[in-house]
Structure formats: structure tokens, C-alpha cells
């Protein structure tokens, strides 16, 4: 048998998968020559979600559970290939079924703060781009009904674009990184890229780019995140941990001298928005004490 690091170079190995489990995540790997393979896509009314099978039912849920060989894990990712083609992954179709969407926007508001739903509103219908950050949960019932392959870890649950920027790591050193979690739940990893890569094409057409710039972005994009994932998989798990995008790094990786000019000018805003700037900002003084300055409906004091 193998060990842990072997890598397959015959590309004649195939996995072979029992039967899925009642919850519709997916099957894991067996030794037997005879199982036969179920179909990939499961649902079910406890988990609508397409699931296609995975190297282990029960997820990544504990360290203890000894970790699936690298060989059949690569060996999992060519079956799957042929099942589902990465060309299909982009296509999406509405379903007959499919909710309105200006009834799931009015769904969503349920429970929030009456006074500022205007306010959301309105920013939503400013761009298609506005659009698009404040529909999260409706992006996600319609990823629901595409394919996954069911490792789900935590996902940010909202990796548009905007939700990308600098800020201090805990060692002071400036990152470029997810920097909101409001939304983070576990779900599966391709909603988050999908998500990202929608964004982009969404945002360079809101700023003027052609069709074929927008398409190069992406295409970048899932390239990048493809080599990042590759370079990953080789590296042991706590190394994993210490991957970061820095100043540094960033400096070293940017070839575009226009790029590397906004990354600057972001660096340096990022930089400037301090706590020490921020308190003269948003306080005032009143009776020898600072108190917060009120921009009402966004900003009030509690009465």
C-alpha cells in the first residue's frame, strides 16, 4: 500500500464508492473491486443540495480519523471529472420553480430593522453590482441546484469582491484577505468561488470593462485559485495555516505596473484607517466626555 504522499502518475486508478448516506452528502472511498458506484447527484428534503460523492461521508469532522490517501483523492477528482466536466460548472438555467426574486429580497428583510430597509433597498437598485452584494442567500438557492462535491468546510458564505481588503494580522503585518464573516456558516467550498468569480465579471462591467476583459478576470481568477488549492495540497496541515497575501508577496506577484499602483495607494489608505484617526471622526465632545456622533437613520444613540 502506498503511503500518504504517493502520487499517481498511471492515471489508470479508479476509486470505487458504497452507497450514499440518507443525509445526500456523498459515499466515501472502499477497497471493494465490486461495489457498484451510485449515481453522484443525491437530494433530498433534508439537504436539496446536488452533492456529487466524496472521499468520506462524514466530512473532515475530527483529526483523528486517519486522512484519505493522496493517491485516491486525485484519483476521486478524475472520476468525478467525468461525471460532471468542469465546461458544465458554469452553466446555470432558472428553474421552472424558482421563487421571484423580488419576493425573496422582501422574504429576507423579515426581521430586520424596519427604518433601514429603505436604505438597503436603495443601494441595491443603484447598480447591478449593488444588487449582487445584498443577494447572497438568493445566490446561494441557486447554487443550491448545481453541482458540489461535498466537502464542505466553513465558507465565508459571502466572497464577493467588496469583501476583499487589507488589514493587520495579528503580528501587524498587512494582509490582503476576506475581511467579512457575517455570513461564514459550513457549506460547500464552489458557492464561495462561484460567488467571486460572479463578482468580478459583474464589477468590471459596472466599471466599463468589455465582455472579453471580464472573461479574462475570471478565467485568472479560478487559475489562481486552482494553483493556490495545488500548492496546498502538497504542504502538511498546519503549514497551511501560515499562507497569508502580504505586502511582500503581493509586490512579488504583481507584474502589472498599474496594478501594483492600486495596490499601493490601497496599502496606504489601509494604513491610515487607525482607531486613533477614527475616535475624532465619530465622537464628539459634550460635558468633558466623548460621545458618539449621531448620523441617524445609520447611527444612533440608544434612547
Not at 145 to 156: D, E, H, K, N, Y
Not at 172 to 200: C, K, M, Q, Y
Request: glycine share 8%.
Amino acid at each position: 500500500m502506498p503511503d500518504d504522499d504517493a502520487v499517481d502518475t498511471s492515471g489508470s486508478t479508479r476509486p470505487t464508492w458504497d452507497s450514499a448516506p440518507a443525509t445526500g452528502w456523498g459515499g466515501g472511498l472502499t477497497s471493494s473491486t465490486n461495489a457498484e458506484q451510485p449515481d453522484y447527484s443525491t437530494t433530498t428534503a433534508r439537504n436539496p443540495h446536488v452533492v456529487l460523492a466524496s472521499t468520506e461521508g462524514r466530512g473532515f469532522a475530527s483529526l483523528r480519523r486517519p486522512a484519505t490517501r493522496r493517491r485516491e483523492r486525485r484519483a476521486l477528482g478524475r472520476a468525478l471529472r467525468q461525471q460532471i466536466p468542469r465546461s458544465t460548472l458554469g452553466r446555470w438555467s432558472a428553474p421552472a420553480e424558482r421563487l421571484d426574486p423580488v419576493q425573496q429580497v422582501i422574504a429576507i428583510h423579515q426581521g430586520r430593522l424596519d427604518w433601514l430597509i429603505p436604505i438597503r433597498v436603495g443601494r441595491m437598485i443603484a447598480s447591478p453590482y449593488g444588487f449582487l452584494r445584498g443577494t447572497a442567500a438568493i445566490m446561494a438557492t441557486d447554487f443550491a441546484s448545481l453541482p458540489a462535491t461535498g466537502i464542505t468546510p466553513v465558507i465565508c458564505g459571502d466572497a464577493h469582491l467588496g469583501n476583499f481588503g487589507f488589514y493587520a494580522s495579528p503580528e501587524r503585518e498587512l494582509v490582503l484577505d476576506l475581511n467579512d464573516f457575517d455570513e461564514a456558516h459550513p457549506g460547500a467550498w464552489e458557492w464561495d468561488l462561484r460567488r467571486l468569480t460572479t463578482s468580478i465579471w459583474v464589477a468590471g462591467r459596472h466599471n466599463g470593462a468589455s465582455e472579453s476583459s471580464c472573461e479574462q478576470a475570471v478565467a485568472r481568477c479560478v487559475e489562481a485559485y486552482r494553483e493556490q488549492l495545488a500548492d496546498l495540497a502538497e504542504q502538511p496541515l498546519l503549514a497551511r495555516s501560515y499562507q497569508r497575501r502580504g505586502m511582500n508577496r503581493l509586490r512579488l506577484t504583481t507584474t502589472r505596473k498599474t496594478l501594483r499602483k492600486e495596490i499601493k495607494h490601497a496599502a496606504k489608505r489601509a494604513k491610515g484607517r487607525t482607531s486613533d484617526r477614527a475616535l475624532p471622526r465619530l465622537t464628539e465632545s459634550h460635558d468633558g466626555t466623548c460621545r458618539i456622533i449621531e448620523d441617524y437613520p445609520l447611527i444612533s444613540r440608544p434612547s
